[in-house]
Each structure stands twice: as structure tokens, then as C-alpha cells.
């Protein structure tokens, strides 16, 4: 089976302009998560999503927003974007109790 | 809610010494326990996973981790270090509510060196 993809890979961005990362999960996988990594904050959850409903989700503020489709494709937004913001996004989808995580989107917000 | 808590931010061993990764838990239902393994530039790769069988679990490339739920720990350990195990661990814990919760709660994660 494939693994994860994410799109892009790299992405620079400035202050105030809004960005949309993609996830692939593997096939036959309906949950997508998606978490951000920073090396203050660590590895923080931001949301899951099931059969295109979200399910979890973590404490960001709403400029951070994601949606699946129903091929469980998943796609984040980030608006308004802030410096701190500057992150390597990680998706993860999940079956059998695992969760297998793609390379991440490293953003920049210059 | 659940939490880890991973002690030293950075292990240094020898190649061939034992690797030895401390991780404690809190939970107020049993949980879900994993070990992350992260090369630079890349994402999180499974290493192996408690769900209430086995108490001892073995992993991929040698490793293997031991839950004990009266020490609320699952230290990872690996017999001899190779230098290819170079890399950033993370334990991670998840409320066992059956298949409806894959929200992951990480530790800050352990940054092992291995000196040839």
C-alpha cells in the first residue's frame, strides 16, 4: 500500500496571507488527523476528521480549519497567517488502532 | 485527560551500550501507548504499541517496551545501540475508547545520540 502524502513539502508564506496544505491518506483509511510541530510546543493535535465530520479537535484558534472529502482526502487552512505559525505540519491517517504519519508540510511565515 | 511525560530531552550512548527511553503516563482510563521514532526532515514512524495484550511489546529494529501500570511507565529500550538509531522519540498515549479516538497526546520527546 501507499503511505501518506502530504503537498506540498516546503511552502514560504508572509505575515497575513492564508495557505492550504493536502493529505492523502492510505488507502481504505477514513480518519486523517493533523498535528502541528514546533520546537517549543512540541507535537500538538489540531484536529481529526472521520467520514468528512470533524471529530476532535484540539485547542487552536479558528484561523487554523480543515475539511475531508469524501474520497477521505483532507485538506488544512491557515488564514491570516502569523509568524508563529512557522511549523512542520504533520497528517496522519489511522486504522487499526495505528496512526501512520506522512513526511509533513514545513511552513514558513517570513 | 491524558499526558506524557518523557525524562531527558537528550540521551547519549555508545554504540553496542544499551538505549534506554524513560516515558510515564497519565490516564484515567486504560490506555493506548505508542512509540515514534523521527529522522530529520521526515515524519513519525511507528516503532510498536501497547493496547492492553501483552505487557511486553517488541517493536521494529530491535526495540522493545515494557508496560507496567503500577509504575504508570513504558520505557523503551533497545539491548545495543547502533548508530543508525540516531534520531528524536516520542512517546505517545491515547484513551482506549474503542475505534472512535485517534487523538494522540505526545511527550516533548527524547533526542538520542549514539557515540561510535
Known amino acids: 500500500k501507499a503511505g501518506v502524502t502530504q503537498t506540498p513539502r516546503y511552502l514560504i508564506k508572509t505575515r497575513g496571507q492564508q495557505v492550504t496544505l493536502s493529505c492523502s491518506p492510505i488507502?481504505?483509511?477514513?480518519?486523517v488527523s493533523w498535528y502541528q510541530q514546533t520546537p517549543g510546543q512540541g507535537l500538538q493535535f489540531l484536529f481529526e476528521?472521520?467520514?468528512?465530520?470533524?471529530?476532535n479537535k484540539g485547542n487552536f484558534p479558528g484561523r487554523f480549519s480543515g475539511r475531508q472529502f469524501s474520497n477521505s482526502r483532507s485538506e488544512m487552512n491557515v488564514s491570516t497567517l502569523e509568524l508563529g505559525d512557522s511549523a512542520l505540519y504533520l497528517c496522519?491517517?489511522?486504522?487499526?488502532?495505528?496512526?501512520?504519519f506522512g513526511p509533513g508540510t514545513r511552513l514558513t511565515v517570513t | 485527560a491524558q499526558s506524557v511525560t518523557q525524562l531527558g530531552s537528550h540521551v547519549s550512548v555508545s554504540e553496542g551500550a544499551l538505549v534506554l527511553l524513560r516515558c510515564n503516563y497519565s490516564?484515567?482510563?486504560?490506555?493506548?501507548l505508542f512509540w515514534y521514532v523521527q529522522y530529520p526532515n521526515q515524519g513519525l514512524q511507528l516503532l510498536l504499541k501497547?493496547?492492553?495484550?501483552?505487557?511486553l511489546v517488541k517493536g521494529i529494529n530491535g526495540f522493545e517496551a515494557e508496560f507496567k501500570k503500577s509504575e504508570t511507565s513504558f520505557h523503551l529500550t533497545k539491548p545495543s545501540a547502533h548508530m543508525s538509531d540516531a534520531a528524536e522519540y516520542f512517546c505517545?498515549?491515547?484513551?482506549?475508547?474503542?475505534?472512535?479516538?485517534?487523538?494522540?497526546?505526545f511527550g516533548k520527546g527524547t533526542l538520542l545520540t549514539v557515540n561510535p
Open positions: 505517545a498515549v491515547r484513551k482506549d475508547s474503542g475505534g472512535s479516538n485517534y487523538k494522540l497526546t
Open positions: 501497547y493496547t492492553s495484550a501483552a505487557t
Open positions: 488507502s481504505g483509511h477514513r480518519s
Open positions: 496522519a491517517s489511522s486504522g487499526n488502532y495505528e496512526q501512520y
Open positions: 490516564s484515567s482510563v486504560p490506555p493506548y
Open positions: 476528521y472521520f467520514s468528512e465530520t470533524q471529530r
